[in-house]
């Protein structure tokens, strides 16, 4: 039996099986971070430490003391976000934000007023390069980029964009692309990432980081022990320990970790990609929501169907082939404004690395068996 | 090394940089032992690193070259 699981951008299945071996691992042997230095604590710390060096080396980035764990790329946007300081009131996001940075922006605007411009963008929600350096951006605080859509599957240009923001922060939400296509954050001048384990990185849900070039802007969300510095009432102003008060998800981690050392190369090639989106693409009654240049396609896009609303195709998919996608707006309604396809949303395919071109192949005649009911 | 060659303990701030120290010394073939770290210093993390003080020389370089501050104190035995 094939993996009909098309869902990968919400969560990632199958795991490698590594993850549930250092789950299990752990929940054996036990243990917690730091704070003791009997031997199993020691373990444990070392396990935690290592998957920090593994996030930091997957991310392109020396800095691993500025990796903070956190319990999603939610909780570590909300980080950077609510922990920044805005003398201009003023931010910068992208046309394809997920609610986990429209909302905190939100909060910002109502809470300090903090008003907000979307970057000048081509239909598909690529970011206009030219159009942005245009803008004035010493007017910003900060610029909020989603690496990838998790509507339509566009990569952003990120070091080219850092390139025109200069001294303007750029908070990357890797939480799409971290796993599935490189990261240099060192290279490309990124100021902070925020990244989950339970997406591409294939680790289990509850696990994420944030990384911060100048950790020393940013407050903490969190207040609480760390093991270190016990003897002072303030947060220690050093780091990881200032963003990681209260015991971590060492199970996640153990599991993280075990995703991470996994290393799974793709079990299908980028030309089999192209051909099924070349192929959906013939289908009379299907529309899709990709990005208009191949080479800026993550293994996400969306599909619109003239015969069915997005919850209907998605049910008929599950009910008659077993392929499970995802519909409606993906937490980002602004991204299908940008799209064009709110309120209703879509269908979103999502790609495992786990899929091989059988499993792509078996999708593909699904929707074309569905295209010739059309009405 | 002999049985007789004083004992140093290495203090740092966080776990993560007890971490990389140990990383470090493990590469340079140096014995250690972690160890919690002596009461008088409880405003440090959980754990510290013991080794022999006649190795810090070696180790000092590389903690320098991969910035890691620590404390050293001599234990007495
Ligand atoms: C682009 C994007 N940002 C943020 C998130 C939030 O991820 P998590 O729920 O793991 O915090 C998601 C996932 O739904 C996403 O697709």
């Not at chain 1, 009432?233 to 050093?238: E, K, R, S």
Request: glycine share 6%; charged share 20%; proline share 5%.
């Amino acid at each position: 039996m094939g993996n009909f699981y098309f869902d990968n951008s919400a969560t990632s299945y199958p795991k490698p099986p590594e993850v549930a071996e250092y789950i299990n691992e752990y929940l054996k042997g036990g243990g917690t971070y730091g704070r003791s230095a009997y031997d199993r604590v020691v373990a444990v710390s070392r396990v935690v430490e290592n998957t920090r060096l593994l996030l930091a080396n997957l991310i392109g980035t020396k800095h691993s003391d500025h990796i903070f764990f956190t319990s999603n790329s939610t909780h570590a946007l909300n980080l950077a976000i609510k922990g920044l300081s805005y003398p201009k009131k003023r931010i910068l996001i992208s046309p394809l934000e997920h609610n986990a940075v429209t909302r905190p922006v939100l909060y910002l605007q109502q809470t300090f007023g903090v008003e907000y411009d979307i970057l000048p963008h081509q239909s598909d929600g690529f970011i206009d390069l030219d159009a942005t350096g245009k803008l004035d951006l010493k007017l910003y605080d900060l610029c909020i980029v989603n690496h990838v859509s998790n509507v339509n599957g566009v990569i952003q240009p990120l070091a080219e964009l850092k390139a025109l923001l200069r001294s303007v922060p750029l908070l990357v939400d890797a939480s799409q692309s971290a796993g599935y296509i490189p990261i240099e954050a060192d290279s490309w001048n990124i100021d902070m990432l925020a990244l989950t384990g339970h997406k591409g990185l294939m680790g289990p849900t509850g696990t994420g980081c944030l990384f911060a070039r100048n950790p020393e802007l940013i407050s903490p969300l969190i207040h609480g022990g760390t093991g270190s510095r016990s003897d002072s009432f303030l947060m220690p102003d050093f780091f990881p320990d200032r963003f990681e008060a209260g015991t971590p998800n060492v199970l996640g981690i153990y599991g993280l970790f075990g995703a991470l050392s996994a290393k799974v190369l793709p079990h299908f090639d980028t030309h089999t990609f192209k051909d099924l989106l070349e192929q959906i693409e013939q289908l009379k009654s299907f529309k899709l929501k990709r990005s208009a240049s191949f080479n800026r396609q993550a293994f996400l896009f969306s599909v619109i169907s003239d015969n069915y609303t997005p919850s209907e195709l998605s049910n008929q998919l599950f009910k008659r082939f077993g392929i499970e996608t995802r519909s409606g707006l993906h937490c980002a309604p602004l991204a299908h404004k940008s799209l064009g396809t709110f309120p209703k949303g879509t269908v979103r395919i999502s790609l495992s690395k786990y899929h091989n071109p059988n499993d792509l192949n078996y999708l593909y005649t699904a929707l074309k068996e569905l295209d010739y009911e059309r009405k | 090394m002999s049985e007789s060659s004083d004992k140093c303990l290495l203090l740092f701030q966080s776990i993560h940089k007890v971490m990389q120290a140990e990383r470090i010394i493990v590469s340079l073939g140096i014995v250690y032992q972690i160890v919690p770290v002596p009461k008088e210093f409880s405003s440090e993390c959980g754990m510290c690193i013991e080794i022999d003080c006649s190795d810090i020389e070696v180790i000092v370089p590389e903690f320098q070259f991969n910035n890691i501050f620590y404390n050293k104190v001599k234990v007495d035995v």
